[in-house]
Nanobody, 124 residues
Framework: VQLVESGGGLVQAGGSLRLSCAAS????????MGWFRQAPGKEREAVAV???????SVADSVKGRFSISQDNAKNTLDLQMNSLKPEDTGRYYC???????????????????WGQGTQVTVSS
């Protein structure tokens, strides 16, 4: 499975961005897909995940502002980010996992497939 992210950029606080992840390869076997982010000097954290049934799990830090969605026909995974804050700055990664299990931001799977990431910078 290959994952390619797009849509990152520089935005002012309060603005919006929509990230997209284009998936190719054995995508139909993926059970859980998600978005992660990593800020400089910090550990990577899960932002939002979605399973093959469409059930989603979103981190408390972005709940009410970010939403995850997938288009199975187009093999894309999107992250809509609204009301962005400077602390949302970081590199955002798309990830996919085939193994069945909890698809949640806390206690979720060890994702096997990762994209290269796209940078999001939110200015104050």
């Amino acid at each position: 499975v290959q994952l390619v992210e797009s849509g990152g950029g520089l935005v002012q606080a309060g603005g919006s961005l929509r990230l997209s992840c284009a998936a190719s390869g054995d995508t139909y076997s993926m059970y859980c897909m998600g978005w992660f982010r990593q800020a400089p000097g910090k550990e990577r954290e899960a932002v939002a995940v979605i399973d093959s049934d469409g059930s989603t799990s979103v981190a408390d830090s972005v709940k009410g502002r970010f939403s995850i969605s997938q288009d199975n026909a187009k093999n894309t995974l999107d992250l809509q980010m609204n009301s962005l804050k400077p602390e949302d700055t970081g590199r955002y990664y798309c990830a996919a996992e085939a193994a069945w299990g909890p698809c949640t931001v806390v206690g979720g799977p060890d994702f096997d497939f990762w994209g290269q990431g796209t940078q999001v910078t939110v200015s104050s």
